[in-house]
């Protein structure tokens, strides 16, 4: 039983680990210790330079959030997305900005053809509804098809992300000195966002942040 529409039974929520309290300002990653209202930066953002301003996201990539990520990303479970969307911007709270333009982290046409939906985009314009602000489903294209990334290394991810990603011609004018918040589900490594973010900065974007339905961690 659930008290809602698309909520978790009491096991469920038990075993999904939100993200709550001191977190990276960079990536969203879960830190240990209180917040003390300091931005803080986990181990990876302290070794490598993120090309977006600040971060967040709504759970650790383990557990059941795990499930429900992939549940999204290859079961069709499209009715992750309401109660993801809320996590997401109660999240997006301390990163949020005005005149912000929300856009997803695109796949490329091939990948999309396959799975016949972007869940990133799902996510995105769910976000960009529930916190009422603009979204572009189609600013940033994905004009390289790139070699799946699990068993890559951090270098080797980041060369074979290096210029897949540009920003929509016919688009561009919507990112001009404005910021953007990119949406994904799950960062790894962060080389997807990164190059996402600097097709945007590339592109005229005032500035980048990142919103993430899940953040995969070392100790998670």
């Not at 039974?9 to 300002?25: F, N």
């Not at 986990?42 to 990520?69: E, F, H, Q, T």
């Not at 799950?186 to 339905?213: E, Y």
Request: a positive charge.
């Amino acid at each position: 039983m659930v008290e809602s529409d698309f909520g978790l039974c009491g096991p469920c929520w038990r075993d999904t680990p939100l993200i709550s309290g001191l977190c990276c300002d960079i990536c969203g990653a879960n830190l240990p210790g209180d917040d003390t209202g300091h931005a803080e930066r986990c181990d990876d953002c302290l070794k490598i330079a993120r090309p977006w301003s600040r971060g967040r996201a709504a759970l650790i990539y383990s557990g059941n959030a795990r499930r429900l990520v992939l549940s999204l990303k290859h079961g069709d479970r499209h009715d992750i997305v309401p109660l993801a969307s809320k996590w997401m911007a109660q999240a997006a709270k301390p990163i949020l900005q005005t005149d912000a333009l929300i856009a997803p982290v695109p796949l490329h046409w091939t990948r999309l053809l396959t799975r016949r939906f972007n869940q990133a985009a799902l996510l995105s314009q769910a976000v960009a509804e529930r916190i009422g602000l603009a979204s572009c489903p189609d600013l940033l294209e994905r004009r390289r098809k790139t070699p799946t990334l699990k068993k890559m290394t951090y270098d080797q991810r980041f060369d074979a992300l290096d210029g897949a990603i540009t920003v929509h011609k016919g688009r561009k004018h919507r990112l001009v000195n404005r910021s953007v918040i990119l949406v994904d589900d799950v960062m790894t490594s962060g080389a997807t966002l990164s190059a996402a973010a600097q097709a945007c900065l590339h592109a005229g974007a005032k500035d980048v942040n990142v919103l993430l339905l899940a953040r995969a961690q070392k100790d998670a």
